[in-house]
């Protein structure tokens, strides 16, 4: 994001020699190192572990057990964090889970039933405590969900499911249960699944999947009713809505396009 916020005695790497930083520093463009560089005026540089200082993570919830998770770093995209317990205003450099490889992000977790989870782009994960052990507090386990979110913010917790977008459609999934389509039987056509191009069905054009559009994606619960606003493939914007009482899907145009201020 163009911010170095990497905190005093870093390690960086100039021309094969290891020098530390000198301060903190947020420039984007300059580096101060408590030794003298000697004659070099240029030359490749590494930062293999940079320690990053207030940086903040966009996808954060709970409580659970006196703590909130948090995830969304991008030098650690698959590491799960949380507070301390009963300050979420501080937490400590040994509050952190590896969950999943880099090529896996975590996209953001909910709370089922005072239960938490944590979305990857490949599957859904229970945060669950160890006590007594200090050390480790928390593990994660795979869930019989088996599919991932496919962008930040596409999801949305329910009274009686929790809602989310993945690549094939959207989905339901409670208390980390196997997944059950809410589009396979009547939007199907609509999203890319198994590589074949989504088509248009029922003056309904498919969801651009592209990641400006997926930005503007949005999943709401009101009074038990799903609604779903997103952009399709033409630039419209428009709301589904999904009724689970009789397992239904409708459609309202929606006032804002791609090119609204």
Not at 1 to 11: E, H
Not at 89 to 110: H, I, K, Q, R
Not at 192 to 218: C, F, V
Request: charged share 15%; proline share 7%.
């Amino acid at each position: 994001n163009g911010s170095l916020l990497m905190k005093a005695g870093t390690i960086i790497n100039i021309s094969g020699r290891n020098y530390a930083l000198y301060r903190a520093t947020n420039s984007a463009t300059q580096l101060q190192i408590r030794d003298p560089l000697g004659t070099a005026v240029s030359g490749l540089y590494v930062i293999q572990n940079p320690v990053m200082q207030g940086k903040t993570l966009p996808f954060v919830w709970g409580p659970f057990l006196g703590v909130f998770f948090a995830c969304g770093d991008v030098l650690n995209p698959g590491v799960l964090y949380w507070t301390n317990g009963n300050d979420p205003d501080t937490t400590s450099d040994a509050n952190v889970l590896y969950v999943c490889p880099a090529a896996e992000p975590l996209l953001g977790g909910f709370m089922d039933d005072g239960i938490p989870y944590v979305f990857s782009t490949e599957r859904l994960y229970r945060i669950t405590p160890q006590f007594g052990n200090p050390l480790s507090p928390f593990r994660v386990d795979e869930t019989a969900c088996t599919l991932g979110l496919w962008a930040p913010w596409a999801f949305a917790v329910g009274d009686k499911f929790t809602a989310f977008l993945n690549k094939a459609g959207i989905y339901a999934v409670k208390h980390g249960g196997a997944a059950q389509s809410l589009t396979d039987e009547d939007l199907k056509p609509l999203f890319p699944i198994d590589g074949t191009e989504p088509q248009a069905i029922r003056n309904l054009y498919p969801l651009d999947m592209s990641a400006g559009s997926i930005a503007r994606l949005k999943f709401t619960f009101v009074d038990e009713l799903l609604y779903v606003d997103y952009l399709d493939t033409n630039g419209e914007g428009h709301t589904l809505l999904y009724e689970p009482a009789v397992k239904r899907w409708s459609s309202d145009a929606y006032l804002e396009s791609a090119d609204s201020p």
